[in-house]
């Protein structure tokens, strides 16, 4: 296999820097000149088309070279003034919440303008105190993104405007770039088939934990995702983002023995979860060469901001801990960006150095860092808010880095968050003077789609360095998602900030396991920490003002949310109890509280079935849109309920990591798996032998297989009216579950 020479390659590379840097000397940033006002204005049209016209767009320059936003009444308008398309957006979006008291956000949007329109009494100026605000983890692109077209992208990428983001992770289409590289390097399609995982995984091949699962990769998917790529990139950078792109970490294909035996490959393993995968040497000629060509071919593709993603040993442990090697590793990294891009910056997730602790001790931390220029590499701090990096590491030692709230694992999507840390420690971030050189924040979820009140409150810091008074900001809150203010939502939302938004942290439904007699099970624990029964008290505020806004998508998306959750805690009471009755041989009492159980779970289904976006069939649907044939439609959906459920294979030890509150998930998986179990022991207390879980659990694995294969259709049409069933279940539900409470306070222990 021939590779190019060193002559030829540097006399292309030679001139491949000359054509970058002429692209380059051309974009202006900071006059006017760069000012996309089109850009910026066609996001009032997207959001508001009635009122747009009410709504003028002009540029100011950066302040102190920080992006910059006023707004003010004139002449009957609301001028929006900034130094580029997000600044423009972020004034708009401060008008929709501080004047037209309204609320955009993934899990629903009040958009209902107040009469007469609102005007600015005084003009508002802000300026951001962060250079950066980055937004997306790469685990987003599957856990919520896997199945995204040109129209969700756009939405989100107007909300991303609307909140100040200006350096969002771009990863979509990279394995159309990829596929072009290897088979010039003559891999074939056994190769690529061999590499390449399917649509779900993408984000653990990216960081080299995975090859092959999920695939075959359909050609039509690279081909339709590298055009979608460029029409993200260009609304993005026309706003005025600088989007971050990959980079080459040393992840090859699993036959490159076969094409380069010479080669110097180490093999790697994700925690024994799947087969190995190997990365190139860094020493190794091959990895700059292989590194410089997926550069240069991707910036032909997509172009350049020169900020550039790479993230080795993610989750996994690094062949050596010697601290040359781990330098020659990230220095290789990084030359495999320079050498083609000479303004490029590693943009690093610092999450090896959380998730291998014990391996990440100073001295190999201090040799993967300072293998890079300071000015050429940037580390998010990336659970900043649960487990920091940077304040045992004196700031990553120097290096430029960005505070990041991760806050979600799996998209998972239960109600939890610590409000409390999160009004304060981002802005007092700003002032702390052991911070270093912190450059921005960024938020960083595994998925996203879910607690929005999280979100909203975070990006609150993208344009104020003082902490945020909770109190005050909550009552606002819920004025702008149900438009009015309200003494019973205030008073829920009170209740909401004191229990489930009250910690950091993931909880489940024992609904969600793998069923059991035990409290918990694989990634399903299943404590509250919080008071479940004042949590309940939340859920009666919330009603008592159904009639005020039973008409707003916002209330109902919330009190349909409290409701599941309150319901999803009582779930575990009820396990408990006929885990008991099993125990006891009270076969009559058994009856009783299994059937209670599984009407429960109906019970909940057909709550979130009133909700469009708690729909299990809009996931699948959406997913098998892009197949372009029968073949591919089916290849689709198995990765779509492969994700969610298994993960990976039968023996996965990943199940439920990713679980899903989903209408049709609980109906179609979590209760007929329940059933079984049920089934199961009803008739062993009948014969009077012992329940044997792991023959059940072997069972189990068969059927959740066969699910995954399946291809039974679901609902992606939301059914019922929220505002009703909701009163059905409280009027059900509500009183039996705080007797249950109030007589049995054992219950409430943390």
């Known amino acids: 296999m021939k590779v190019m020479t060193g002559i030829k390659r540097t006399t292309a ?11 380059v000397k051309g974009k202006v940033r900071e006059d006017s000149s760069g000012f996309n006002k089109e850009a910026a204005s066609g996001i009032i049209k997207r959001i508001l088309p009635a009122y747009a016209h009410r709504f003028e767009v002009a540029y100011i320059p950066k302040e102190n070279g920080k992006d910059v936003f006023e707004l003010e009444s004139s002449n009957g308008k609301i001028v929006l003034k900034g130094n580029n398309g997000i600044s423009v957006a972020s004034a708009f979006n401060y008008w929709l919440k501080n004047y037209a008291h309204c609320d955009v956000s993934w899990n629903s949007t009040n958009l209902a303008i107040p009469s007469p329109f609102p005007m600015v009494e005084k003009k508002i100026r802000k300026v951001t105190p962060h250079k950066y605000r980055h ?33 969002p992770l771009a990863m979509t289409g990279q394995n159309a770039v990829w596929d072009r590289i290897y088979r010039k390097m003559g891999f074939g399609d056994a190769d690529m088939d061999a590499f390449f995982t399917g649509p779900a995984y993408f984000m653990w091949f990216w960081a080299g934990n995975i090859d092959a699962w999920g695939g075959p990769l359909p050609k039509s998917w690279m081909i ?4 979608l790529q460029k029409k993200i990139l260009a609304r993005e950078r026309e706003l005025g983002m600088t989007p971050i792109l990959p980079a080459f970490t040393g992840h090859v294909p699993p036959t490159f023995k ?53 993230d080795t040993f993610n989750e996994m442990y690094p062949p050596s801990n010697d601290s040359i090697y781990l330098n020659n590793i990230s220095n290789a990294v990084y030359r495999s960006m320079a050498s083609v891009d000479p303004e490029a910056v590693w943009v690093m997730q610092g999450w090896l150095f959380v998730d291998k602790k014990d391996f990440w001790q100073p001295d190999q931390i201090k040799a993967y860092l300072n293998a890079v220029p300071d000015n050429k590499l940037i580390v998010l701090d990336l659970w900043a808010e649960e487990n920091p990096v940077w304040n045992r590491t004196d700031a990553f030692y120097g290096k430029p880095w960005i505070w990041s709230m991760l806050h979600n694992f799996g998209g998972r999507n239960s109600l939890y968050g610590n409000l409390a840390y999160l009004a304060k420690e981002p802005a007092e971030m700003v002032h702390d003077p052991n911070a270093g050189n912190m450059l921005g924040i960024g938020l960083v979820p595994e998925g996203i789609e879910q607690n929005p009140v999280v979100y909203s409150l975070m990006l609150d ?15 606002k809150y819920a004025e702008r998602r149900y438009g009015k203010r309200n003494k019973d939502t205030e008073e829920a939302w009170r209740i909401l900030k004191n229990t489930a938004y009250s910690f950091e942290g993931n909880y489940e439904s024992i609904i969600i396991a793998r069923p059991t007699f035990n409290k918990d099970n694989d990634w399903a624990a299943t404590d509250i920490p919080y008071d479940p029964a004042e949590f309940l008290q939340s859920w009666t505020s919330l009603m008592k003002a159904s009639k005020r806004f039973g008409a707003n998508d916002c209330y109902q998306y919330d009190l349909v949310a ?31 509280n299994t059937a209670a159980f599984l009407e429960l779970i109906d019970d909940m289904d057909k709550l979130m079935a009133t909700r469009k976006d708690l729909l299990l069939g809009v996931w699948l649907n959406d997913a098998k849109k892009w197949g372009t044939n029968e073949q591919e439609k089916r290849l689709y959906e198995k990765n779509a309920r492969n994700l969610i459920t298994l993960w990976g294979g039968k023996d996965a030890v990943l199940h439920e990591y990713a679980y899903r509150y989903w209408s049709g998930l609980f109906s179609g998986f979590y209760k007929k798996r329940w059933e079984m179990f049920i089934d199961d022991a009803g008739r062993i207390l009948k014969t009077g032998t012992e329940f044997n879980q792991k023959v059940f659990d072997e069972r189990i694995k068969e059927w959740e297989w066969k699910w995954v294969n399946g291809n039974e259709m679901y609902p992606d049409a939301p059914q019922g009216d929220p505002i009703a069933v909701s009163t059905e279940m409280y009027k059900k539900y509500a009183a039996k579950i705080a007797k249950e409470y109030k007589d049995n306070p054992e219950l409430l222990k943390k």
Request: some cysteine; overall charge negative; proline content about 2%.
């Open 461 to 475: 810091h993208v344009w104020d360095n003082q902490p945020i008074d909770l109190d005050k900001w909550l009552v």
């Open 562 to 592: 409290v409701a599941r959750q309150v319901m999803a805690n009582y779930a575990t009471v009820l396990q408990q109890r006929f885990a008991q009755n099993f125990k006891s041989r009270n076969s009559i009492a058994f009856k009783k």
């Open 224 to 227: 339709s995702h590298e055009a």
């Open 258 to 310: 076969d094409k380069f035996p010479k080669a110097n490959l180490k093999k790697i393993n994700w925690e024994g979860r799947f087969d190995d995968t190997y990365i190139l040497d860094a020493n190794d000629p091959l990895f700059n060469e292989i590194g410089s060509r997926f550069m240069e071919e991707q910036i032909k593709t997509f172009g350049t901001d020169h900020l550039y993603g790479a």
């Open 13 to 23: 590379l030679l001139a491949f820097s000359v054509i970058l840097a002429i692209q």
């Open 135 to 167: 937004y997306f983890n790469y685990c987003t692109f599957n856990y919520t993104s896997s199945w995204w077209d040109w129209d969700r992208w756009q939405w989100e990428i107007d909300y991303m405007a609307l909140n100040g983001i200006n350096m």
